[in-house]
């Protein structure tokens, strides 16, 4: 069965330090991992994608498929970046399966 | 341009009444996604349309729920009679094509009291 996990539900770190957000999955076929954010009283959103191998908002992710990972790094905390984050996998249709969320605080 | 919007934002009701939730996607938006979202998790897909055909319902309590989108734009998805569990932020989103980035709109928090 598919299953994406994020492992902590509350990740809290300092402005400025290193921030890693986990996230693992489960899938049989050829995986297409997604980060989404949703900052405060705000929609969910995409934050990066696997395959467009980006950095945004100084954010990466890289797919490791021998651990089956795709955890989510910053090397500089910053207050902004407070939100909760999930991990998604695609499957099939472009149906999204979700992990329970990680939500990052970053205090001054 | 202007995002999926969804009505009403919140509803409360009580436990075997009727409700049914709004959603128009962004213009130009062939599939379109209704989420579960309960309190403590991620999202869950209910259903996924394309145009006006259902491509997944998989996981649609189809004894309770069901979704329409007649005209291949704005849909609506009902849910007759609701359970405490039901309790959820309903979320809609849509794509330009299947797998293009999706776009969520606000959700509809739903309280079944």
């Known amino acids: 069965a598919q299953r994406v996990t994020q492992p902590e539900k509350l990740l809290s770190v300092f402005k400025g330090a290193p921030v890693e957000l986990k996230c693992n999955y489960s899938?049989?076929?050829?995986?297409?991992l997604f980060w989404y954010v949703q900052y405060s009283r705000q929609r969910l959103q995409l934050l990066l994608r696997h395959i467009s191998r980006e950095s945004i908002k100084g954010f990466t992710a890289d797919l490791n498929k021998g651990e089956t990972s795709f955890h989510l790094k910053k090397p500089f905390a910053q207050e902004e970046d407070s939100a909760m984050y999930y991990c998604a996998l695609s499957v099939y249709t472009d149906k999204l399966i979700f992990g329970t969320g990680t939500r990052l605080q970053v205090f001054p | 341009e202007a995002g999926v919007a969804q009505s009403p934002r919140y509803k409360i009701i009580e436990k075997r009444q009727s409700v049914a939730f709004w959603c128009n996607p962004i213009s130009g938006h062939a599939t379109l996604y209704w989420y579960q979202q309960i309190l403590g998790q991620g999202p869950k897909l209910l259903i996924q349309?394309?145009?006006?055909?259902?491509?997944?319902d998989s996981q649609l309590p189809k004894d309770r729920f069901s979704a329409e989108r007649l005209k291949g734009v704005d849909s609506t998805l009902k849910i007759q009679p609701a359970k405490l569990e039901d309790s959820a932020v309903y979320l809609c989103?849509?794509?330009?094509?299947?797998?293009?980035?999706?776009?969520f709109g606000p959700g509809t928090r739903l309280t079944v009291l």
């Open positions: 989103a849509s794509s330009y094509l299947i797998d293009s980035e999706q776009f």
């Open positions: 899938y049989s076929g050829s995986p297409e």
């Open positions: 349309f394309q145009n006006n055909g259902v491509v997944d």
